[in-house]
């Protein structure tokens, strides 16, 4: 999946800069490799740290990742910014069952099924929206877990998993069904990929920033802001999902904390110019602390 991340960013930057040579790096991360909990290697930063590092000893100028595999802006490491943003895509959470199972919907899933996760927004909604499923955690990159889905290895009778991802992978045919992202909420920064480049390097700031996509860099900053607000990331039980309207140039953040715990969550929805962005999504994230989302964001299933 990383590599046809890279191949499309690839592509656009030579459609800019047709001269240009391209090196490219494979790393692969440690949230990938590890088969546990990410707490046991610390968590915040599992999908970034090792090509951070890479970044920032000069090995190499750019990065690509998944926006919803990013440290909170709080965490995020020191020296980093982001110097191009591709066009989101689909945002939606998929079911996928074992291969030559029937369809089936969440609801019709046998009480004591166990769905795989490794995200606690995935888990909390699990418990709150389907309490008769087991959320099991489970690591590995998408067509891995898909493989020991299918040969009983997973230790889950079924998975959930981002639609964008299976259609970076060319496995749509394996979706039983999508699910409705106004009850099944999204990641922050779901669906968009991300360019980052030392701040301190403008040569690739100057490159990199014709590849953005302007409105989608709208609602990756709106989303981000939110998230710092909390001081939350990709470890965070929430969502934050912002909406534009480009020809009125407004922007909508909806944002949501949720109980670990499968109680209710706290929302709020907020709107302002798009202009800024950020401080759209960061009044959202202050909306969610006054009405005591603290609290539910100390909890831990």
């Not at 039980?237 to 949720?258: I, Q, W």
Request: glycine letters at 10%; hydrophobic letters at 45%.
């Amino acid at each position: 999946m990383a590599m046809e991340q890279t191949g499309r960013f690839a592509r656009a930057l030579r459609l800019r800069h047709p001269d240009l040579e391209l090196d490219i790096v494979e790393i692969t991360s440690e949230g990938d490799q590890h088969r546990g909990p990410l707490a046991e290697i610390g968590g915040k930063g599992a999908f970034t740290r090792r090509a951070d590092r890479y970044l920032l000893d000069g090995r190499v100028d750019a990065t690509i990742a998944c926006a919803k595999d990013l440290p909170g802006p709080h965490d995020r490491a020191t020296g980093i910014t982001v110097g191009a943003v591709l066009p989101r895509e689909d945002v939606r959470d998929v079911l996928v069952l074992p291969a030559g199972h029937a369809p089936a919907t969440l609801e019709q899933l046998p009480p004591g099924t166990r769905v795989a996760t490794s995200a606690p927004r995935r888990a909390a909604l699990l418990k709150a929206l389907h309490p008769h499923l087991v959320p099991v955690p489970v690591r590995g990159n998408a067509d891995t877990r898909l493989n020991a889905l299918d040969a009983g290895t997973l230790g889950a009778d079924a998975i959930i998993v981002a639609l964008a991802g299976l259609r970076r992978l060319g496995l749509t045919d394996r979706v039983s069904r999508i699910l409705d992202p106004a009850v099944w909420l999204p990641a922050a920064g779901a669906g968009i990929v991300v360019i980052e480049h030392r701040t301190d390097d403008p040569a690739t700031a100057g490159l990199l920033a014709p590849v953005t996509h302007t409105p989608t860099r709208v609602l990756l900053d709106a989303e981000r802001a939110a998230l710092a607000a909390l001081r939350g990331g990709c470890l965070t039980a929430a969502s934050v999902h912002a909406t534009l309207d480009e020809a009125t140039g407004s922007l909508t953040v909806h944002a949501v904390v949720l109980d670990p715990a499968g109680g209710a969550p706290l929302r709020s929805v907020t709107t302002g110019p798009a202009a800024d962005p950020a401080a759209v999504g960061h009044r959202a994230g202050v909306r969610l602390l006054d009405e005591g989302a603290a609290r539910l964001l100390a909890v831990r299933p």
